[in-house]
């Protein structure tokens, strides 16, 4: 399994950017895919998780993070996208991309284990 970051960069406050995760080696309906973050000198924060079909692909989202970001998937791409709007300086951080063999989430998305990770994209926001 390898799960590849990509689209981070540096944006305005205020500004938007959309990260993908492209998976091989599992397809992407049949697990769970979240993403985390982690910025210097903090602990790592759950972004958002898009369930598993067996899940019926339920979307969860952080506090710090509902109403600005929205996590899709393209099962023909095999890949999981997060669309950010409204990007502010404390989302500032890497942002990693993970999945596991269970097949689902569920409620508990931002703090059961991930198996898999990827090497993360750095999102940088400046005010």
């Known amino acids: 399994v390898q799960l590849v970051e990509s689209g981070g960069g540096l944006v305005q406050s205020g500004g938007s950017l959309r990260l993908s995760c492209a998976a091989s080696?599992?397809?992407?309906?049949?697990?769970?895919i979240v993403w985390f973050r982690q910025a210097p000198g903090k602990e790592r924060e759950g972004v958002s998780c898009?369930?598993?079909?067996?899940?019926?692909?339920?979307?969860y989202y952080g506090d710090s993070v509902k109403g600005r970001f929205t996590i899709s998937k393209d099962n023909a791409k095999n890949a999981v996208y997060l669309q950010m709007n409204d990007l502010k300086p404390e989302d500032t951080a890497v942002y990693y991309c993970?999945?596991?063999?269970?097949?689902?989430?569920?409620?508990?998305?931002?703090?059961?284990?991930?198996?898999?990770w990827g090497r993360g994209t750095q999102v940088t926001v400046s005010s």
């Open positions: 080696g599992l397809n992407v309906d049949d697990y769970a």
């Open positions: 898009i369930d598993s079909r067996r899940n019926e692909g339920r979307t």
């Open positions: 993970a999945t596991d063999s269970r097949g689902g989430a569920g409620i508990l998305w931002a703090v059961i284990p991930y198996d898999y």
